[in-house]
């Protein structure tokens, strides 16, 4: 026999092995590609079904956030800021500090909220808050720091009720009341 004949007879002697191999590797294949497909999927519903749990558990967090930075904001309004900061026998320079250090101090205290709300609302606070302290310590540079605060109230509350000054805590307040709506 010669070489020819020889490999002749070994591709007709491998050829139903080549086919049966051929055919397993596609069937295999194609039961493999299922498999990955179902697990894909499978996959993507546990992520969903991970996403909406954890929307339905961050909502309460996030309402408390916008709760508590409302509640920050109406703390550092003057009228109320005034109400809990003043007591008797004070002078303009106790209440200046003390105000400034009771709105610092609310706003430190809040300061994790950031996480739940927009970076815009947070800056609104943040110039909500600066613009408290730079008023109160502007209209207690006018007045003597040894007389009675209720002249730093009055004065503080007339710059408000008599000008045609805005407040920016409003704007902050009215922002984070849109943003919390936009949650449902």
Known sequence: ?????????????????????????????????????????????????????????????????????????????????????????????????????NIRTEYEHNITQQLYVSTSSWALIGASVEEMITVINSIGRTLSPDAPAIELSRSILQYFLEGSHQLTLHKAIEELKMEAQRLF
Do not use: C, H, W
């Open 1 to 101: 026999m010669d070489t020819l004949s020889v490999f002749v007879e070994l591709v007709k002697a491998s050829f139903p092995f080549l086919v049966g191999l051929a055919t397993t590797y596609v069937v295999m294949n194609l039961i493999l590609g299922n498999e990955k497909d179902k697990r894909n999927v499978d996959y993507n519903l546990r992520m969903q079904e991970l996403a909406n749990s954890n929307r339905s558990e961050m909502l309460p967090i996030r309402l408390q956030a916008y709760e508590r930075l409302i509640l920050l904001l109406e703390r550092v309004t003057p009228q109320n800021l005034i109400v809990r900061s003043q007591m008797p026998d004070m002078n303009v320079a106790q209440l200046q500090f003390l105000m400034v250090q």
